[in-house]
């Protein structure tokens, strides 16, 4: 059997064109019908836990965050509401990202965040380990990242899957 790939990323851009319409935040709050629900519940359950119990949310300071690969920035209101400024980079910024930019090069400053939040992006890289170091590199001294890469997922080309 032969897949056609073109048309299967096609359907699937299409697909995710029509959820971002309907004006619902499927990654914060999955529909117990999405077929990625397990995995979106225990995702955000595990990402905001780790906002909320990091040892830097002691509202001591409050610090420079990027969502890098933000999209629409689906946690942007947990992070905000941590009490950091909040920054955002995608691929381009026709959905209102701060900045242009990939994981492998943000044109961003060397040591100018305190928190890069990245999640679901790196198995959309080229070059993962590239990635990491831009991250490491963008970090201010003792900054935090919390990054998450699915384990299992099915078919998701955005803009593509590794």
């Not at 914060?28 to 019908?33: A, E």
């Not at 930019?101 to 790196?122: A, I, K, M, R």
Request: glycine letters at 6%; proline letters at 4%.
């Amino acid at each position: 059997m032969k897949l056609d790939l073109q048309n299967l990323q096609t359907a699937f851009i299409n697909l995710e064109k029509r959820k971002k319409s309907n004006g619902k935040s499927s990654r914060t709050n999955p529909s117990l019908w999405n077929y990625d629900y397990i995995v979106l519940s225990l995702l955000h359950d595990t990402l905001t836990h780790l906002l909320k119990t990091s040892h830097v949310q002691k509202k001591q300071y409050v610090g420079l965050a990027l969502d890098l690969g933000c999209d629409v920035s689906p946690y942007k209101h947990f992070i905000s509401e941590s009490g950091y400024t909040l920054k955002t980079l995608d691929l381009t910024m026709e959905q209102g990202a701060d900045y242009a930019g990939t994981v492998e090069d943000t044109g961003l400053d060397s040591e100018s965040f305190d928190l890069v939040f990245c999640t679901e992006v790196l198995e959309h890289s080229n070059d993962p380990f590239q990635g990491m170091r831009e991250i490491y590199r963008i970090l201010k001294p003792g900054g935090h990242a919390i990054i998450s890469c699915p384990h299992v997922w099915f078919y998701h080309p955005h803009p593509h899957d590794h």
